[in-house]
């Protein structure tokens, strides 16, 4: 068990650059989720993908935000024209299954806009 | 999803036994009870999921009565590498899909 990877750790831009998170989740898991966390509050949720399938989208996702999972494996979150307050620990989780199913995160993207 | 609410923070002096309790007073029937645990510039780690009664595994207790509308996560003898956040979520059933994190409880273990 690799656990859930996340790339890159740590990624500091300018305002109204475009970046772009890669998330890799533990191999048999089909269902992968994005999550944003500011400091000092708990995770908030962005989007799931079942398999190559993104189903829901928070509200929190405008859109300048875009997520992919290409062939149901790995997914990227890309964030277009980043604004300040999009500084955040952005966290990719996965399961097998939904429901009660444990997520599994991994230890996420620091973003900074300078 | 129903509601949580469970200390800001807790201090410990190390070896002690903590208890952590959360209310989650408008829990559903088909709702479980998790607890993660998060360390700073880490993601969440899953910790303990339980139903009703008591759950054990190798890291903590989590202890819920028959009304289920409380729980108590317990982790025994705590060591310095126990401060962390911990967190209280109710997860619902099939069908759910994201988890819905409050603030947590920062437990802090004094040397």
């Known amino acids: 068990d690799t656990g859930v990877s996340q790339d890159p750790r740590h990624k500091i831009t300018k305002r109204g650059q475009n970046v772009t998170f890669r998330c890799d989740p533990i191999?048999?898991?089909?269902?992968l989720y994005w999550y944003r966390q500011t400091l000092g509050q708990g995770p908030e949720f962005l989007t799931y993908?079942?398999?190559?399938?993104?189903?829901?989208k928070s509200r929190l996702l405008s859109d300048r935000f875009s997520a992919e999972r290409p062939k149901g494996s790995f997914s990227t979150l890309e964030i277009q024209r980043t604004e300040q307050g999009d500084s955040a620990m952005y966290l990719c989780?996965?399961?097998?299954?939904?429901?009660?199913?444990?997520?599994?995160f991994g230890d996420g993207t620091r973003l900074s806009i300078l | 999803l129903a509601k949580t609410t469970q200390p800001i923070s807790m201090d410990s002096y190390e070896g002690q036994e903590v208890n952590i309790t959360c209310s989650h007073n408008?829990?559903?029937?088909?709702?479980?009870i998790t607890w993660y645990q998060q360390f700073p510039s880490q993601g969440p780690r899953f910790i303990i999921q339980?139903?009703?009664t008591k759950v054990t595994n190798e890291v903590a207790s989590l202890f819920i009565p028959a009304d289920r509308k409380s729980s108590t996560l317990s982790l025994p003898r705590v060591s310095l590498s126990d401060t962390a956040v911990y967190y209280c979520?109710?997860?619902?059933?099939?069908?759910?899909?994201?988890?819905?994190f409050g603030k947590g409880t920062k437990l802090s273990v004094i040397p």
């Open positions: 993908f079942q398999n190559e399938a993104q189903l829901e």
């Open positions: 339980g139903y009703k």
């Open positions: 989780a996965s399961s097998l299954g939904g429901g009660h199913q444990p997520q599994h």
């Open positions: 408008n829990i559903a029937t088909n709702d479980y």
């Open positions: 191999s048999e898991h089909n269902r």
């Open positions: 979520l109710v997860v619902a059933g099939a069908g759910s899909y994201q988890l819905t």
